[in-house]
């Protein structure tokens, strides 16, 4: 079951910039607190940024300073922009609702960081 659907990765060179989003199918993404996951080679599936229903925004340390997620309601749609990307943030990006009950994945969009 499709709930969230990714798009916008690429490939970039070091130090670029990208736009992830992350369109709710039909889940409406300001009634539930969302985030952004990644699984990047040799570790496990981490989050990467989440985001309130009231708008409150946390960051993991990896990311923190480069990475901003936000959301615009009206397009039902949740943004991750990423800055200063280096190679160690290659991978497949997902976003979720942070609540896992019912929770499912979808294909998420990959990234790739190389020069």
């Known amino acids: 079951q499709v709930e969230f659907v990714e798009s916008g990765g690429d490939w970039v060179q070091p130090g670029g910039s990208l736009r992830l989003s992350c369109t709710g199918s039909?889940?409406?993404?300001?009634?539930?607190?969302m985030g952004w996951y990644r699984k990047v080679q040799g570790k496990e599936l981490d989050w990467a940024a989440i985001?309130?229903?009231?708008?409150?925004?946390n960051y993991h340390p990896a990311v923190d300073g480069r990475f901003t997620i936000s959301r615009d309601v009206a397009k039902n749609t949740v943004f991750l922009q990423m800055r200063n990307l280096g190679t160690e943030d290659t991978g497949v990006y997902y976003c979720?609702?942070?609540?896992?009950?019912?929770?499912?994945w979808g294909q998420g969009t990959p990234v790739t960081v190389s020069s």
């Open positions: 039909p889940r409406n993404v300001s009634a539930t607190a």
């Open positions: 979720n609702k942070i609540n896992s009950e019912g929770r499912s």
């Open positions: 985001i309130t229903i009231a708008g409150r925004t």
